[in-house]
């Protein structure tokens, strides 16, 4: 089997970890004997348990793990946090070859695990399905290099780019195959975030471990929205709130603890989504899916780095149809905001089409 096959296999095997590691990578590890054959594999489970490498490598004894070859789709670290370096278990093991997808991009390891195993005679491939094993791991690429949330945004349209009627049916444009997929989405992502409105209109579930609300003046109905019944929450408001109001909600909310108040900076009358997301991020939230209406989604944009739309082949044809991105209004082509086609799949009748920025 060819390196890049094996890379393939690591990154499926790191995606079990989606939904449980972060804010560490998605890492898989293969373990190969002289012959080529595959005689371990492990991936990162759990945030702050045994990285890919260390769960690979223990499943073997000594004397198997001598002259193997180890395929890693990030490199492995040289440092003690908490789990010791992976790189000292992989010379301390007797691992000839180590075959990497990328390059951590987490200052303490960057290069230093490589440097590490060449000294050690370790002989390192690097750059095998490189492109693959940063998009696995886009969300703790953007954390790393940037210090901010990764934000994506998921939309359910017609063709012609509508999530509702004037009158605000909605339910459904996207067949169940395709709301199923929704449910897979939601889990790569650290929390998701709706506003009041949708709140409001829809009384979605979504359950989920975060959730986040843009409800400038507190008007959600906190004693009996679906959306306040399970996980964490944090609600963004007008910092600026009347006392009043602000003591009457946190009477309605004082039995409910999974409820948290987020006083955020208002620019024009609107919750400034730039404060909004350093909070977040400073609440340890790493990654962030917008479910919304037009308004929110499109005053997202700027800060999305992704966005999912799922297309079903229904055509409203009215104007007045609630649309995806509502936002403002462009006169000419070029005021457009462009994003990079990523990927096509899917879900008959209706496609999931993944942009990036
Ligand atoms: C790997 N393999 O499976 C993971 C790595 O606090 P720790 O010990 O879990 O270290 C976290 C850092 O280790 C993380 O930021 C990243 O640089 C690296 N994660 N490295 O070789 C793994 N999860
Ligand atoms: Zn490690």
Redesign the pocket.
């Known amino acids: 089997m060819k390196y890049e096959e094996l890379m393939k296999m690591c990154i499926e095997s790191a995606k079990r970890g989606e939904g449980c ?1 972060s ?3 998605l ?1 898989g ?1 293969i373990i190969l004997n002289n012959e080529n054959e595959i005689i371990s594999e492990g ?2 489970e759990k ?2 348990e045994n ?3 260390r769960n690979a490598l223990l499943k073997l004894d000594k004397d198997s793990s001598k002259g193997a070859t180890l395929i ?1 789709n ?4 040289s ?5 010791p370096p ?1 790189a000292d278990l992989i010379i301390e093991k007797g691992i000839s070859k180590v075959v990497i997808g990328m390059r ?1 991009v ?1 200052p ?2 960057s290069g230093n ?1 490589i440097r590490k195993l060449k000294e050690a005679g370790i002989e390192v491939i690097e750059g095998v399905l490189e492109d693959e094993c940063r998009k696995l791991n886009e969300i ?1 690429i953007k954390n ?1 290099t940037k210090q901010q949330s990764f934000v994506a945004i998921k939309t359910a349209t017609t063709l012609d780019g509508k999530i509702a009627t004037q009158s605000g049916s909605s339910k459904w444009i996207t067949s169940e195959k395709a709301r199923e997929e929704v449910i897979n989405i939601r889990r790569k992502y650290d929390a998701i975030l709706t506003s009041s409105s949708t709140v409001s209109a829809d009384n979605p579930n979504m359950k989920h471990k975060k959730k986040i609300i843009i409800d400038r003046e507190l008007k959600t109905d906190f004693s009996n929205a679906n959306i306040y019944k399970n996980g964490t929450i944090y609600v963004s408001y007008n910092e600026n709130i009347s006392s009043e109001r602000l003591e009457s909600v946190l009477r309605l909310i004082k039995y409910n603890n999974n409820v948290n108040l987020l006083p955020t900076k208002v620019i024009d009358d609107k919750i400034d989504l730039r404060d909004l997301l350093e909070k977040i991020y400073k609440l340890g939230v790493m990654s962030v899916l917008v479910e919304a209406g037009g308004h929110l989604n499109g005053s997202f944009l700027e800060h999305a780095d992704k966005i999912y739309q799922f297309i079903a082949p229904k055509i409203l044809g009215d104007n007045k149809g609630l649309s995806c991105f509502d936002f403002r209004t462009a006169n000419l082509i070029k005021e457009a905001d462009d994003f990079k086609f990523e990927e096509i799949t899917n879900y008959t009748p209706d496609i999931l089409v993944t942009y990036t920025k």
């Open positions: 590691v804010p560490n990578p890492v590890c991936y990162h945030y702050g990285h890919a490498e890693v990030l490199e492995p670290c440092h003690y946090g908490k789990t992976c951590d987490n303490v390891v695990g703790f790393m």
